[in-house]
C-alpha cells in the first residue's frame, strides 16, 4: 500500500473516531472567569485579545510548544504543514520561499513580525520571503485565511500570518544551542531573556552556514552547490509604568549571503549567481487606558529597510551578465483605539498610514544587446481608516463586522468591509460559523513607475471572499474538529497588454474546502491534522491560460503532525505531508509549456531530551524515505538528512 494511502487511512480513522466520540461527551464551560476549555487567546483576526471560540474567522495557532517540538529552523518549515496553504521553495536554505493562502498569489498575504509589515517594497508583487526567517525567540504564529483588508490595508486579499516574538519574563536566563548536520550544515544561537521588576527584556544572535545542494535539480545534470550564510539578530525590550500603561521596543536585523542557479533543468547551474540581502526593522510602541480600561489605545511606529543585490557572470551555459540591486523602504504609524462599551461590546476605531520607498537598478548583457531599467528613489503613500464592531448576544451568538476607507496617492480611495457572525451550541458543542470580506492591494512602485512595465494610472487589485463552516468541540477529551468551504474571487489583477505595459486586466477563482482535527488525549500524545481540497481558475481575458488551473498550486493537500511526549522529558514528533499534482510551466522553453507535476509525500522526524534541567539534546531527520520531488519545476529539494543539537539553559 503506498504511503499517502496510508496516510488517508489515519485521517479517515481519526475524523470517525471524532463523531464516535461525540456521542458522549457534554460541552461544559466555566462559570464566571468567560474562559472556556480547549480554547486560545489570538490578537490577529480583531486587534483585540478574543478567545477563538468567539470568532467565525478561520484561524490557526502554532504555540510554542509546538514549535520546541517540531525543531525547525525557520518559520517556512512550520506554515508546510498548515491547511489551506500552498508553499514553494527553489532550492536549499536560503532561496526563495514562498507561501500562498487559498490559492491568491504570494503577494497577497500580509506577514507581521510583532506588527511590523515585512513585504517588499521592492518586488513588483510586494512579496515577503521566508527564506531568513528563523524560528529563534519566536512564541507564536497566527495565521488568517480569507480577505483581511479591514484591519491590515493593502495586500491582505487573501490572508494574514502573523508572527509573535517572546516577552522577557522571570529571572534571568541564557540559552546556548549549538546544531550541525547533512549538507555541512551549522547554526549556533545565543538567546537571553528575562524581567527585573517592570523591565523585560529578550535578545537573540544566530548564525546559519550550509553547503547546500544544487538548487537546479541534480537529475538533469547540475551538480554545482549552493551555499548560504545567514546572520541574525532580534531584540525586544519592554517597559511597563503600571497596569495601563506600557512601551515596547523591537529591533531586527538580518545579513545573508546565498548561491542561486539561473533556471530549474538541464544547465542550469551558474557558480556565479550570488545573492546578498540586508534588511533592518524595528518598531516603537505604546499603550495605555483610561477611564477605568473604557478607552484602551495603541500607537506604533515602525521602519522597514531591505537591501537586496543580485549579480551573475557569463558561463559556458549561460553566455550572459547581470547585476541588479533593489531597496526597498517603508515608513508606517498606527493608532488603535478600543472602546469596551460592555463586557460584551467592543468597538474599535483605527488610523493607519504607511509611505512605501523604492530604488532598483538592473542591468543585462547578453546576445541581444545591454538592457537596463532603472527606477529612481520613488515612493507612495496611503492612508486608512477602519471601524470594527465586536458583539456577543446572550451566550451563544459573536458577530464582528467592520468597514475601512483607504486613500491612495495614485489611484485614490478603496472601500472595504469584513462581517463575520458565529453560533455556538453549547449542549452539543458545534459551532456554525461564516464571514464575507472584502480585499485589496495597492500596485507596487515597479508597476507604477518601471520605465518599461510601468503605469501611473493603475487601479488597486480587488478580491471578495466568503467562507462558512462548522466546528465541533469535546472539551471533555480536548478534541476538535472543523470543516469549511471557502470561495475567493480576485479582480483587476495586473497583467500585461499587447505592449508590456501593467494592466488591471487579469482575473481568477479560488474555491475549497478545509478540514482540520486536533486531539491533546493526555499529556503526552498531541495529534493534529488537515486536509484541503481547492480549485483554482485563471479566468483572465485573453490569456492562453484562461479557465486552466493557477500554477504550482495543488488541488489535494494534507498533514498530519504527532507528538509523543514521554518520562516528562522528551518528546518525539512525527510529521507527514501529501502534496497532490499541481501544474507549473517549463520556462526553459519559449513559449513556457504547461506541465503537470507528480505528487509526493515526506516524512519528517524530530525528537528532544531533556538530559538535565539544563540540557537538552535535540535531532531532526527531513525526507525519512529520500523521497525525490520537486516544488518548483526544475529545481531541486532535500534528500534524506539530519541535524543533531544540543542546547544549554544557564
Not at 504564529?141 to 490572508?159: C, H, K, M, T
Not at 502573523?162 to 541564557?174: A, R, V
Request: aromatic residues 14%; charged residues 20%.
Amino acid at each position: 500500500m503506498k504511503l499517502k494511502n496510508i496516510f488517508y487511512l489515519i485521517l479517515l480513522s481519526v475524523l470517525c473516531s471524532s463523531f464516535l466520540t461525540a456521542q458522549k461527551d457534554i460541552v461544559q464551560k466555566t462559570d464566571t472567569s468567560g474562559v472556556y476549555k480547549l480554547s486560545e487567546v489570538v490578537i490577529t483576526a480583531t486587534k483585540t485579545n478574543t478567545n477563538t471560540l468567539e470568532l467565525a474567522n478561520s484561524i490557526t495557532v502554532i504555540d510554542s510548544s509546538e514549535i520546541a517540538s517540531r525543531g525547525k529552523l525557520n518559520v517556512f518549515e512550520l506554515l508546510k504543514t498548515e491547511y489551506g496553504i500552498s508553499y514553494t521553495t527553489q532550492g536549499p536554505i536560503g532561496t526563495l520561499s514562498n507561501i500562498s493562502i487559498r490559492g491568491g498569489n504570494s503577494g497577497n498575504t500580509v506577514v507581521l513580525v510583532d506588527g511590523i509589515k515585512m513585504n517588499l517594497t521592492s518586488d513588483p508583487s510586494n512579496v515577503y520571503d521566508f527564506a531568513n526567517l528563523t524560528t529563534d525567540q519566536i512564541s507564536r504564529i497566527e495565521i488568517l485565511r480569507g480577505p483581511q483588508s479591514l484591519l491590515y490595508g493593502s495586500d491582505a486579499l487573501s490572508g494574514v500570518v502573523n508572527i509573535i516574538t517572546k516577552q522577557g519574563s522571570g529571572k534571568p536566563s541564557i540559552n546556548l544551542f549549538a546544531e550541525g548536520g547533512s549538507y555541512n550544515f551549522f547554526r549556533g544561537a545565543l538567546g537571553i531573556t528575562g524581567s527585573t521588576n517592570a523591565f523585560n527584556y529578550t535578545l537573540s544572535l544566530s548564525r546559519t552556514k550550509s553547503d547546500g545542494f544544487s538548487a537546479a535539480g541534480e537529475k538533469y545534470g547540475n551538480s554545482e552547490k549552493d551555499s548560504y550564510e545567514g546572520n541574525n539578530f532580534s531584540t525586544r525590550l519592554g517597559y511597563d509604568f503600571n497596569n495601563s500603561s506600557y512601551i515596547n521596543l523591537l529591533v531586527r536585523f538580518i545579513k545573508t549571503k546565498a548561491d542561486y542557479d539561473q533556471h530549474g533543468g538541464v544547465f542550469g547551474d551558474d557558480p556565479t549567481y550570488k545573492y546578498n540581502q540586508e534588511e533592518f526593522v524595528s518598531r516603537l510602541e505604546g499603550g495605555f487606558k483610561l477611564f477605568d480600561s473604557f478607552w484602551d489605545q495603541k500607537i506604533d511606529v515602525s521602519y522597514f529597510k531591505n537591501i537586496r543585490k543580485y549579480s551573475y557572470d557569463s558561463t559556458l551555459n549561460n553566455p550572459a551578465s547581470s547585476r541588479s540591486l533593489y531597496v526597498g523602504k517603508r515608513y508606517a504609524v498606527n493608532w488603535l483605539n478600543n472602546f469596551n462599551i460592555t463586557k460584551d461590546h467592543k468597538v474599535i476605531f483605527g488610523f493607519d498610514t504607511e509611505t512605501e520607498q523604492a530604488a532598483t537598478q538592473f542591468f543585462l548583457n547578453s546576445a541581444f544587446g545591454p538592457f537596463e531599467s532603472i527606477i529612481p528613489e520613488s515612493k507612495a503613500t496611503i492612508f486608512g481608516l477602519y471601524l470594527q464592531d465586536q458583539l456577543k448576544l446572550g451566550k451563544s451568538l459573536f458577530a464582528t463586522s467592520g468597514i475601512r476607507y483607504d486613500n491612495h496617492d495614485k489611484f485614490g480611495s478603496a472601500i472595504t468591509y469584513r462581517l463575520a457572525p458565529a453560533y455556538i451550541f453549547w449542549q452539543t458543542g458545534t459551532k456554525l460559523k461564516a464571514t464575507i470580506g472584502t480585499g485589496f492591494k495597492a500596485p507596487s512602485i515597479f508597476y507604477l513607475y518601471d520605465p518599461f512595465f510601468g503605469n501611473v494610472n493603475l487601479d488597486p487589485e480587488k478580491s471578495i471572499g466568503w467562507d462558512a463552516g462548522v466546528e465541533q468541540f469535546f472539551f471533555k477529551q480536548s478534541i476538535s474538529f472543523g470543516v469549511t468551504y471557502f470561495h475567493n474571487s480576485f479582480t483587476d489583477l495586473i497583467g500585461l497588454d499587447e505592449n508590456f505595459k501593467s494592466i488591471n486586466i487579469d482575473e481568477a477563482e479560488t474555491k475549497g474546502i478545509e478540514m482540520f482535527f486536533s486531539l491533546h488525549a493526555t499529556n503526552y500524545l498531541k495529534i493534529k491534522t488537515n486536509y484541503t481540497f481547492m480549485e483554482t481558475n485563471d479566468k483572465s481575458e485573453g490569456s492562453p491560460d484562461k479557465d486552466m488551473p493557477l500554477l504550482r498550486r495543488p488541488k489535494h493537500k494534507a498533514a498530519l503532525i504527532t507528538t509523543y511526549s514521554f518520562l516528562d522529558r522528551g518528546n518525539i514528533t512525527m510529521e507527514i505531508i501529501y502534496v497532490g499534482k499541481r501544474d507549473d510551466k517549463d520556462f526553459s522553453t519559449f513559449p513556457a509549456a504547461r506541465v503537470t507535476m507528480a505528487d509526493y509525500t515526506i516524512v519528517n522526524f524530530a525528537a528532544q531530551f531533556d538530559v538535565t534541567h539544563w540540557i537538552t539534546i535535540n535531532g531532526r531527520i527531513e525526507n525519512i524515505f529520500d523521497k525525490d520531488y520537486e516544488e518548483v519545476l526544475g529545481y531541486a529539494t532535500y534528500g534524506f538528512s539530519g541535524s543533531l543539537g544540543v542546547k544549554v539553559n544557564l
